[in-house]
């Protein structure tokens, strides 16, 4: 072989494989630069440093009460600072909720399900600390909706409970959360679940009446009434969750508004029974009855370890919250003794209109708080148990 071949044969061979890499790795594996697994650790661009340091050191000079103040420790920052899921999703994506509103009582949420993992130093101790003790080893039961017929009606002489509500949420397989969501898919995803719910039948047939559109006049009476979601939550539109409002929204509901739907508000969908009074087994019963026939027509995103998936953490698992509307005038004298009762019965205080609002006329929503490492019967009967002890404490009083 004369020289020249000697040379020019490796050099080919060589360049042969290093592009064969090249294309490989382009077709097979995601950008380097989006990729999970610590390389990507030069690739979170210098303005997001640069905002994450920021919202480091506002955090830690502030006296914000939050799970993500507690558990972003300078160890835990420095180690996820320069991750990004494969979404491209960064810390700050996870964080600028509760940085932003100090006044946050979790301060998190995951743009999109990967970042539930790669980011699961921040997520996993807040999980834990929510959801009373569910650690990162532990794994999220099976669903189990339980014997219905085992609950009843919390109040039936109608002395405390004005209302009784259940709300699960899910995720739509195929789609990321709401800071990854183009308003494409927005529009995708709200004609999938009006063409879906158009299905329904019996108690559950009704509407789907989108938010774009919508007068003002009606959707403010759907809040007020406590069918519709409120807009320009200060807490999901820091977290990049209400981009393209209002499009891809909507709300669902029979003719009574006992089963009602939100479309792409927090999550994807937020399936709703509720109804005047105690009952709870009724409400109960006809949630039961609608999810189970919605699932045989949306696949939803499920993890094995952490359950249903959901942008907030405090909704994963189950995903369930039962609530009553309960006036409980001698109990609620003393706001800081009814949530240090509540919280020992598993429980949590909201006011009238929702998260971060206050009591209007003595009338609280309490709910049952943790929604993982238990059966949806079980999150429930927290809340019917609870509410049972709280009744008998305000009747001694
Ligand atoms: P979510 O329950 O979906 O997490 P919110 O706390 O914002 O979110 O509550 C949503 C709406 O549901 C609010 O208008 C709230 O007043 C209403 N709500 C909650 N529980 C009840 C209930 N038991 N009866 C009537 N309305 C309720
Ligand atoms: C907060 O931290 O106060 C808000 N980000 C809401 C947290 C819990 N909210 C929820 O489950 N919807």
Redesign the pocket.
Known sequence: MNYKLKVTIPVVVCGGAVLAYYLIRRFTLPPLDSRVDGKAAAMVDAATIEKLEAGFSKLQASDSKSLLKKYLTKEVFDALKNKKTSFGSTLLDCIQSGVENLDSGVGIYAPDAEAYTVFADLFDPIIEDYHNGFKKTDKHPAKNWGDVETLGNLDPAGEFV????V?C?RSMEGYPFNPCLTEAQYKEMEEKVASTLSGLEGELKGTFYPLTGMSKETQQQL?DD?????EGDRFLQAANACRFWPSGRGIYHNENKTFLV?CNE?DHL?L?S?QMGGDLKQVYKRLVTAVNDIEKRIPFSHDDRLGFLTFCPT?LGTTV?A???IKLPKLAADKAKLEEIASKYHLQV????????EAEGGVY?I?NKRRMGLTEYDAVKEMYDGIAELIKIEKTL
């Open positions: 004005v209302s009784t509500r709300r949420g809040i406590h069918f519709l979601f409120k939100w927090e937020r709703i509720m909704n919250r609530s009553v509307h909201r006011g009238t209109r929702g998260e971060h609002t929503d709910s």
